[in-house]
């Protein structure tokens, strides 16, 4: 049974780097078949998708994000990671990493997110 | 701002039938991009339970269906159940984004 596990501080001061590493068990992280990717859910809120990666390295991230998101994949370890620079309060949300399957013609349209981590709290303060 | 709506909530009591509509424009589904939809009960992860439109998972109760049409897709959840109180997202991938959108979201309640 795949399973995805986020680790990571759970506090952040403002102006600082949110950094967070997700662990896959269970299946590997270079299956051609599957993005990575990171979404995020203020409390409350609705689900904001942050970002992706391949097992290659190649990136996709949210236009409203990009300049402050980096993703990186490290395959010998089976993990990918997180980087969310100048956090303000605004960035505090839960956040999670999941798996994305593709299907059809994999275009990068024709992904979903299927297994998912349970997700912490990440607060920015001071 | 989310590019896909939905409503805040529906209602019905156990064994009725309740849709969720999932309203997106021309750059999203209207475009082509498959409409895949996510439970989320209190304090847990989503959980797949739609993807393209209308696929069920392993594990998935039929009595969940999905549907597309135009610019539009909706969630069917037949025979309500008290364990289906939860919020549920619908996903796409908008093209003039470059990016995967999320609809508003909708709480679920058995009545």
């Known amino acids: 049974q795949l399973q995805l596990q986020e680790s990571g501080p759970g506090l952040v001061k403002p102006s600082e780097t949110l950094s967070l590493t997700c662990t896959v068990s269970?299946?590997?992280?270079?299956?051609?078949?599957?993005?990575w990717g990171w979404i995020r859910q203020p409390p409350g809120k609705g689900l904001e998708w942050i970002g992706n990666i391949y097992y290659s390295g190649s990136t996709y991230y949210n236009p409203s994000l990009k300049s402050r998101v980096t993703i990186s994949v490290d395959t010998s370890k089976n993990q990918f990671s997180l980087k969310l620079s100048s956090v303000t309060a605004a960035d505090t949300a839960v956040f999670y990493c999941?798996?994305?399957?593709?299907?059809?013609?994999?275009?990068?349209?024709?992904?979903?997110?299927?297994?998912w981590g349970q997700g912490p709290l990440v607060t920015v303060s001071s | 701002q989310s590019v896909l709506t939905q409503p805040p909530s529906v209602s019905g009591a156990p064994g009725q039938r309740v849709t969720i509509s999932c309203t997106g424009s021309r750059s999203n589904i209207g475009a082509g991009s498959d409409v895949h939809w996510y439970q989320q009960l209190p304090g847990t992860a989503p959980k797949l339970l739609i993807y393209a439109n209308t696929n069920r998972p392993s594990g998935v109760p039929d009595r969940f269906s999905g549907s597309k049409s135009g610019t539009s897709a909706s969630l069917a959840i037949t025979g309500l159940q008290a364990e289906d109180e939860a919020d549920y997202y619908c996903q796409s991938y908008d093209k003039s984004l470059s990016g995967y959108v999320f609809g508003t979201g909708t709480k679920v309640t058995v009545l």
């Open positions: 269970g299946g590997s992280i270079s299956s051609s078949s599957y993005y």
């Open positions: 999941a798996r994305q399957p593709g299907y059809s013609g994999y275009d990068i349209w024709e992904y979903f997110f299927d297994y």
